[in-house]
């Protein structure tokens, strides 16, 4: 079955930078496309960014656009998300997602 294990999160300054990564297993990572999406606190779920099987299309929120990038390594079936110039408004729970689902999570906090 797909899984979805997510990692990286934790507590940051603001302008600081977290990795997160999500390794998936139970299906071919290489043929999906693949999504970040978050939820703050007492909020919904916010799309965040996409990428392409290929990795070559990326798309991003305005809200992150230029801080984040988005990247893939199929060899390892691993999806990345580099989050640079953190801001407090980036605290949430980050979940790597294929279609409707999603891991378990893993939270980013920005806070000084």
């Known amino acids: 079955q797909v899984q979805l294990v997510e990692s990286g999160g934790g507590l940051v300054q603001p302008g600081g930078s ?3 990564s999500c390794a998936a297993s139970g ?3 290489s043929n999906y496309e693949m999504k970040w999406v978050r939820q703050a606190p007492g909020k919904g779920l916010e799309w965040v960014s996409r990428i392409t099987s290929g990795g070559v299309y990326r798309v991003y929120a305005d809200s ?3 801080r984040f990038t ?3 390594d199929n060899t390892k079936n ?3 998300l580099q989050m640079n ?3 407090p408004e980036d605290t949430a729970v980050y979940y790597c997602a294929k279609g409707d689902r999603r891991g378990q ?3 980013v906090t920005v806070s000084s």
């Open 18 to 20: 977290l990795r997160l």
């Open 27 to 29: 299906f071919i990572f």
């Open 64 to 66: 992150v656009k230029g």
């Open 70 to 72: 988005i990247s893939r």
């Open 78 to 80: 691993t999806l990345y």
């Open 85 to 87: 110039s953190l801001k």
């Open 105 to 107: 999570g893993t939270q």
